[in-house]
């Protein structure tokens, strides 16, 4: 654990611990204890320098409480009561305040939709609405777009993989050569239409990196890079002309490189982690859209069991397309952040994957 850094598991006996320090006496630590009676949680220890570090603490361990929770009901918490001390109060006192938590007397009821839109629990470099102006690009009238980041841009643990999955930005001087590779696979190349040699790819790359409505990543499991993301401002894209795009609409495109991490247990783990980094990188982004081939009926399923509405058909010069829609609002109200249904697992190995595949361009 680097230090500073927060980390939270389940222990046998504790209930969820939440830690941050570098091994040594100083370490902080917070501990939620399963409650019996509600089906949720009390806070029994907390080891903090002030307020703010015990909140910080107890973001991460309640991230942990509702990680793979899908009822749509409010998470009981207690132990926050005045006569547990300063730090349960201050406690008490700023989940009501932001608004994560309700309720009165012993408990509070705290909402994982509002937990799930803090953004500095999984992004790095989480920032503050970019001041509106506004430009023109090709006629286009559009918010003028903040700075790119550079380097990991979202990071968060999967509880059914045991591992974490991370979005950084493209290195073209390190990632060249491997999406050259995923961009040449037969599989790939029908969909996106881009084989080709170093040569094209570091020009598509750097052009990509240039352009402000352009944010190309790559989806990374433990380290090990397996797809590649392109996000973009719908209001400047292709797709603004079919739809009444708004000014923080953005949409997205995929491929996945890798045939080890194809399969429903990884389908569920890079997509809705996608749109939860989308939607936390501006609190004002309020749909995500996608334009998939229109007779692309695998895709089109993952899609609408993740949380997506087909709007519309439409014909773009080489493809048609399905306009495919996701709400702020489903989103995060429904906790697609969590898979729904039964837990899904990677595949054993020597066994191939679950038809469950994106080669979307």
Same mark, same amino acid.
Request: aromatic share 10%; net charge negative; hydrophobic share 45%.
């Given at each position: ?24 006496? &100083?370490?902080? $630590? @917070?501990?939620?204890?399963?409650? =019996? %009676?509600? !089906? *949720?949680?009390? /806070?029994?220890?907390?080891?903090? +320098? ?40 201050? &406690?008490?006192? $700023? @989940?009501?305040?932001?608004?994560? =938590? %309700?309720? !009165? *007397?012993?408990? /509070?009821?705290?909402?994982?939709? +509002? ?37 990991v841009v979202y990071t968060r643990f999967i509880p059914w993989l045991g591992a974490r999955f991370e979005l950084r930005t493209v290195d073209v001087a390190t990632d060249l050569e491997r ?85 429903r247990a990884y389908v569920a783990t890079w997509l809705p982690s996608l749109m939860h980094f989308i ?83």
């Amino acid at each position: 654990m680097a230090a500073g850094e927060i980390v939270a598991d389940h222990r046998e006996g504790e209930g969820i611990v939440a830690r941050s320090g570098d091994g040594s006496r &100083l370490e902080l $630590r @917070l501990v939620l204890a399963p409650d =019996a %009676a509600t !089906g *949720g949680f009390a /806070l029994s220890d907390v080891r903090a +320098a002030d307020g703010a570090a015990a909140f910080s603490l107890l973001l991460r361990a309640l991230e942990q409480a509702t990680a793979m929770r899908t009822a749509p009901v409010p998470l009981s918490l207690l132990g926050l009561d005045a006569d547990k001390g300063a730090l349960a109060e201050a &406690l008490r006192s $700023r @989940l009501l305040a932001e608004g994560l =938590a %309700a309720g !009165g *007397g012993a408990g /509070l009821d705290v909402f994982p939709e +509002a937990l799930w839109q803090q953004a500095d629990l999984w992004l790095p470099q989480a920032r503050t609405p970019f001041a509106q102006r506004f430009a023109l690009t090709q006629g286009r009238r559009h918010p003028v777009r903040p700075p790119k980041p550079e380097g990991v841009v979202y990071t968060r643990f999967i509880p059914w993989l045991g591992a974490r999955f991370e979005l950084r930005t493209v290195d073209v001087a390190t990632d060249l050569e491997r999406f050259n590779r995923w961009m040449n696979d037969p599989r790939v190349a029908e969909i996106w239409d881009e084989a080709g040699d170093l040569a094209k790819h570091r020009a598509y790359l750097e052009g990509l990196k240039a352009d402000p409505h352009m944010l190309p990543l790559i989806g990374a499991v433990d380290g090990v890079p397996f797809a590649y993301f392109e996000v973009y401002w719908a209001k400047e894209n292709r797709i603004a002309p079919f739809y009444d795009a708004g000014d923080h609409d953005r949409g997205w495109h995929v491929l996945v490189g890798e045939d080890a991490f194809r399969g429903r247990a990884y389908v569920a783990t890079w997509l809705p982690s996608l749109m939860h980094f989308i939607f936390l990188d501006d609190p004002r982004t309020q749909r995500i859209v996608g334009e998939p081939r229109a007779d692309h009926h695998q895709q089109l399923r993952n899609l609408e069991r993740s949380g997506f509405a087909r709007v519309s058909t439409f014909d773009f010069p080489h493809k048609r397309a399905a306009l495919v829609m996701l709400l702020r609002e489903r989103f995060f109200g429904d906790r697609l952040f969590v898979p729904d249904g039964g837990l899904p697992v990677p595949a054993l190995a020597g066994k191939a994957p679950a038809l469950c595949d994106f080669a979307e361009a």
